[in-house]
């Protein structure tokens, strides 16, 4: 295991994010532990379309600014980091099938965590979509299949946020992280140490879901990040806790 690239999923936080250093030192110190890999393969929450698509291939001159009533000085932010074309012949043969391609720059789930975990911006990096089409199982399953690249130096993330209810988020009313949150936290958490095939049913399982996941798009790249991960392989959490009460920070970290 210690030869292959960690399989992780990031927590990618809200945009402000991108400015706090505070918040951002957890970011930095979790990618300077990490081995700096090949290129980066990463699916997130931001980007879904029917199958799977992937995006720019160049270097990533164009973001993404997927979010409103933000500070004029955080749609300046640039992340130059080069592109990855030459994994998709790669990606592809694992998969055993063409994927089409378009211009589509990384979105802010990608490069606001990415901007302090990789601050030079020099990893390669190549996004595919969120196959919107794909149950629980399917993301598992792609997961299971890009599972080689790992051998390769390729790292797989996916970015998300593992408790998402916006409105709730956004309402201002909670001081403190309500039991609704923790507890699905909590489960989750024993999942991913003690039965990870939980998480396929996580809808119906899990506590309180569909009030931490009004839609399930922040959860879904989990799924692809756990199939990733080998047999026997430990789930580490290099960052925890929550934002503004209601979101988890939870990252998840095989390898």
């Known amino acids: 295991m210690s030869d292959l690239m960690p399989a992780l999923f990031v927590s990618h936080g809200n945009p402000m994010l991108a400015n706090d250093n505070e918040s951002a030192q957890e970011y930095r110190a979790w990618g300077e532990r990490l081995p700096k890999p090949k290129a980066l393969l990463i699916f997130s929450a931001h980007w879904q379309t029917p199958g799977l698509v992937f995006g720019e291939t160049i270097r990533h001159e164009k973001l993404i600014y997927d979010f409103f009533g933000f500070p004029d000085e955080l749609y300046q932010l640039q992340y130059p980091a080069p592109g990855a074309e030459w994994l998709i012949d790669e990606v592809c043969n694992v998969l055993a099938e063409a994927v089409p391609q378009n211009k589509r720059g990384l979105d802010h789930g990608v490069w606001v965590p990415l901007l302090h975990m990789w601050p030079e911006a020099d990893v390669p990096i190549l996004q595919m979509s969120l ?8 993301l598992l399953e792609l997961g299971r299949r890009l599972a080689p690249l790992r051998e ?96 988890s920070k939870r990252s998840v970290q095989f390898g």
Do not use: C
């Open 131 to 138: 196959p919107a089409d794909y149950s629980n199982h399917d």
């Open 152 to 247: 390769q130096g390729v790292m797989i993330i996916g970015a998300g946020t593992l408790s998402h209810n916006l409105r709730e988020g956004l309402s201002g009313k909670y001081a403190s992280t309500p039991e609704w949150v923790t507890r699905f936290d909590d489960w989750l958490e024993r999942a991913l140490l003690n039965d990870r095939m939980q998480l396929l049913d996580w809808e119906n399982s899990a506590p309180e879901a569909q009030r931490n996941h009004p839609t399930a798009e922040h959860f879904r790249p989990l799924l692809i990040t756990v199939g990733a991960a080998l047999e026997g392989e430990p789930a580490m959490f290099p960052l925890l806790g929550f934002d503004m009460a209601v979101f």
